[in-house]
């Protein structure tokens, strides 16, 4: 089993969010991905869920970012959702393109996301057949998004195929911090009323968070966590939020955390004055 990238590590799902980022995280819309590295170690990929990562953007992951920084990325929706997790012909091709693509990668790429769809559990394939069919060379982490997945049989083929399962702060599903592997996962969606991500977690929330985290990490020494409540700049702020919280905040990110603080105050200013 291949060795898991140890301690705490915060980031953002995505980066690319030129509209809303730049102002409150960026400089500018110039190198975001660059300008998001020399503040967190870890990304998540989101684009990989739409399009196959081509070789030129998995190059430049290569070549051109910090060799301690990594990354998760996401499966296909092809597989995840219009396949429905079923194995076929087609699927495998997906399937294999997409591992052969990352290959290059792979020693930076902590774990692959199965972001399965708020579906029942009957109407989409059968998962151990889908977990046997993947690459080995990677690991895994799945996020439910419907409660007819939460039973044993689930958690128990999780550990069995030891993938990881999602600890998520979402809407619908409640949060469970079950471990079922030697790392966890866990993302932040927010709690917007018309778009989950459309949320700023309040500082209340976020501490009552730390219990979570740290009976978390007393379970296990690998752990990755995401926000992905990204409009308007909230994202990295509310990571850099929580690092703080955790007393993990390094110098260059307090600089930053300041930065974003002025930014929302000004702005909170002029949304008063209007």
């Not at 110039?30 to 081509?54: C, H, R, V, W």
């Not at 970012?65 to 079923?86: E, M, S, V, Y």
């Not at 079922?180 to 976020?206: A, N, P």
């Not at 308007?232 to 509310?238: K, L, Q, R, V």
């Amino acid at each position: 089993m291949i060795v898991m990238r140890k301690g705490l590590h915060i980031g953002t799902s995505g980066w690319s969010y030129e509209d809303d980022w730049v102002g409150p995280f960026y400089q500018s819309k110039k190198g975001m991905l660059g300008q998001y590295l020399d503040i967190f170690d870890t990304a998540e990929i989101n684009s990989t869920f739409y399009s196959p990562p081509s070789k030129g953007f998995i190059s430049y992951l290569v070549k051109s970012t910090p060799k301690n920084t990594f990354f998760t990325a996401k499966l296909p929706q092809k597989i995840t959702h219009d396949h429905r997790l079923n194995i076929s012909e087609e699927t495998r091709e997906i399937l294999n393109d997409f591992f052969n693509r990352l290959k290059p990668i792979s020693k930076r790429m902590y774990a692959l996301l199965i972001q399965l769809p708020p579906w029942d559990i009957k109407t989409m394939g059968d998962l151990e057949s889908f977990l046997s069919e993947l690459d080995n060379s990677f690991r895994y982490a799945i996020e439910f998004r419907d409660e007819s997945w939460l039973m044993n049989s689930t958690w128990e083929l999780l550990e069995a195929y030891d993938i990881a399962h999602v600890i998520v702060d979402e809407p619908k599903l409640p949060i469970d911090l079950r471990i079922t592997t030697d790392f966890s996962y866990i993302r932040w969606h927010g709690h917007g009323e018309d778009v989950w991500y459309h949320y700023l977690y309040t500082k209340r929330e976020l501490e009552d968070w730390l219990p979570h985290i740290s009976h978390i990490c007393d379970r296990t020494n690998s752990v990755v966590a995401y926000f992905n409540n990204h409009f308007e700049g909230y994202a990295p702020f509310n990571a850099l939020q929580m690092l703080q919280l955790l007393g993990k905040l390094t110098s260059k990110q307090d600089r930053k955390l300041q930065s974003m603080n002025k930014y929302f105050s000004l702005e909170q200013t002029r949304l008063d004055q209007f």
